[in-house]
Each structure stands twice: as structure tokens, then as C-alpha cells.
């Protein structure tokens, strides 16, 4: 071990970060360590605050830490147009892009048979409850090209279609299997004005 053991430990856990490999791990674990002892210790205070006071939002599933998220609680937002999206961080992209001034409902997941994820094991009971509250609604499925995603959405539209809601999808333009949070605001922007009815 090149490293001292505590160290190496912090570089162990930096490897589990999505995109980091070995040396930047090291590189991170090293400019850590540079960092103030106050600095170190509101770094590490942080991420704990984050485990425990980030949950889902009890109307979308958005990541929050009130019992209701910034976008459901805003009386500004179109509260009848809703953005279907697979998981938190599409919120935060989509918000990013201020393309978007309705609100959203996470699925977490999408329908994958060969995964054994079916309808019952993301968030569509929830929309669904959520929409029959709702007189002249919008739902615009803006899940990832590609066969889960193509899935999801065909059965969302299946269960949706004998109601008065209208649907829209995002349009083809968008890569196929790129995740919605490599996508530019200026992509997002276009995407949601060049929606596709689907009902
Ligand atoms: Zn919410």
C-alpha cells in the first residue's frame, strides 16, 4: 500500500463516486486534505445532512428536505401540466433548464421485463391517484429512448389513453440511450416545445 491506511480509505470511498477512477480519486482525497480542518469538517457535516434530511417529495418524488418539494410548493407552477420523468436528478435537469413551469412526478425506475421491474414496482399508482384529482391535465413522458423508457411510456399511454388527459412525449430527436441529465438546456428547451401528442 502506497498510501497511509486512512488515506486509502477515503480513496476507496471517493471510487464509488460515479466517473472516478483511481487517480482522481487520489487527486480528490489529496485536495481534501489540503482543505482547512473547519472546511473538512462542514464537508463531512454536509454530506451527513444530506443522508439524513433528503427524502422524496410527498406529491412527486423530488428529492427535498421539507415534507413538500420547491416546485410543488410553488403557486406559480402549473400544477396541470406534469412532467413524467424515471428519477430525481431529470428534476434537477429539467429545472436547470428553465425550459419547463409545470411539475413533475418521478417514476424511479422504469418498466424492464427482463429486470423483473414491472408497473407496480415504480411510481405509477401514485400518478395515477394524482391525476384523478386533476380536470384538463397534460402529461408529458419524458423518459430516456430506449426500450425501458419506450415501455414505460407505451404503458403509461395504455392506462392513460381512456381518459380526457392528454399525453405528450418527448420528441425523437433526442440521442437514443442518452440519460436526460447530459442533456443541455437549450436540447431540454427545444424537446419540450417540440413535444409529440401521443393521446
Ligand atoms: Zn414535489
Redesign the pocket.
Known sequence: MIYPEVLDKSIELLKKLPGIGERTAERIALAINEFSKEDVTELATSLVECKNELHP?H??G?L?DKE??R??DNPLRDKEVICVVENFKDVFTFEKSEAFNG??HVLNGLISPIDNIGPDDINIASLVNRLNELENVEVIIALRPCIEGDATTMYLKKILEKSSIKISRLPYGIPMGVEIDYLDGVTIDRAMKDRINIS
Open positions: 417529495c406529491v412527486c423530488a427535498t413538500i418539494c416546485v410543488c411539475v413533475y
